[in-house]
């Protein structure tokens, strides 16, 4: 047997050529919380491991008028620690936290917590939410490694916008497939749009344990409001269903109502047939169809309680 080839690249450019070498025969691995654990459970044994984890380019955070950006290498102790998203996305920051240890905080990234395609990713549901797209770098022969390292946001031929959801959709419109992404790809950030000042996000996980709890359902929720109705909604869960997904028959109930205590009611019922009616057959659906309602009344008072939090912080 040949022994595992082991690469460390510094920059994006490296890791085209490395992925070109291999023609999908090596491994990215960014802090290996899940990978090594995913490796050993499959006996996957790929010719070569690149840790991409010292590519200083994809780990930022980055705040601009009309958007932000978020580096795929930036660690969940990087965005809880990071006081520009603690002021604007509390509700990021607080899903963030809610990832594992401190240890594995330092370590796991946020793009390798989507690439890895767990159901239970705690921050995909946030993602989904605030509808945020994913740049991926795509090595295939027509790209020149040179042109690798740019920023993906200009968008070359060689780096292709996807939607979080769609990357999720496809995973699930495929049961044979086993990867977020194609073997020749590689997630450079995610950019979603600003938060205005009449809409609120929130979040909240379900978990057995308060530390190191994989949940048993997570859900966020975006939404605007004017003059006390729900003009916009987008509800996102995790560990409710095959992959993280947006809830759409929950949004289409609020939307154009108002946020009423027996409007919130409803919804909780409402929420319950769907998660009883998802996981019909699971032995865990008595206790998730009762566990969502509070999930989702929690999820809606974080919201409201992160404005006033980042109001008293910020300047709208």
């Known amino acids: ?25 090596c491994k990215l691995i960014a802090g290996g919380t899940d990978l090594i654990i ?36 930036t660690t969940f102790t990087d965005i809880v620690e990071n006081e520009e998203l603690k002021c604007k996305y509390a509700a990021l920051v607080q899903a963030a936290k809610n990832v594992g240890s401190p240890q594995i905080r330092n370590r796991g990234t946020i793009g390798g917590n989507i690439a890895n395609g767990a159901t239970a990713a705690d921050i995909a549901p946030i993602l989904l939410a605030l509808n945020a ?27 292709r916008e996807m939607e979080i959801e769609d990357i999720y959709a496809n995973k699930e419109a495929d049961n044979k497939r086993k990867n977020m992404l194609d073997s020749n790809e590689m997630i450079y950030s995610f950019k979603f749009k600003n938060i205005e000042a009449n809409e609120f996000l929130g979040f909240y996980k379900l978990g057995s344990r308060k530390a190191l709890a994989i949940s048993k359902g997570n859900l966020a929720v975006l939404f605007r409001v004017v003059n006390n109705i729900c003009t ?14 947006r809830e759409r028959e929950l949004e289409r109930f609020l939307k154009g109502k108002e946020l009423r205590e027996e409007v919130l009611l409803e919804a909780e019922e409402l929420y319950s047939k769907v998660i009883a009616n998802r996981l019909k057959g699971r032995s865990s659906v008595e206790y998730k169809k009762e566990a969502v309602k509070g999930v989702f009344r929690n999820a809606f008072e974080n919201a409201f309680e992160n404005r006033d939090t980042e109001q008293q912080l910020c300047d709208y």
């Open 1 to 25: 047997m040949k022994e595992l080839k082991r690469y460390r690249p510094k920059k994006t450019e490296q890791v085209c050529e490395l992925m070109k070498k291999y023609e999908g025969e």
């Open 38 to 73: 995913q490796m050993k459970k499959s006996g996957d044994k790929p010719k070569a491991l690149v840790d991409i984890t010292e590519i200083e380019e994809m780990r930022f955070v980055k705040i601009e008028e009309d958007s932000a950006e978020i580096g795929a290498l």
């Open 133 to 159: 797209t994913a740049f991926i770098q795509v090595n295939r022969e027509s790209c020149s490694c040179l042109e690798a390292n740019m920023q993906a946001s200009q968008n070359t031929t060689c780096v």
């Open 232 to 245: 916009e909604i987008r509800v996102a869960s995790g560990s409710l269903g095959k992959t993280p997904l």
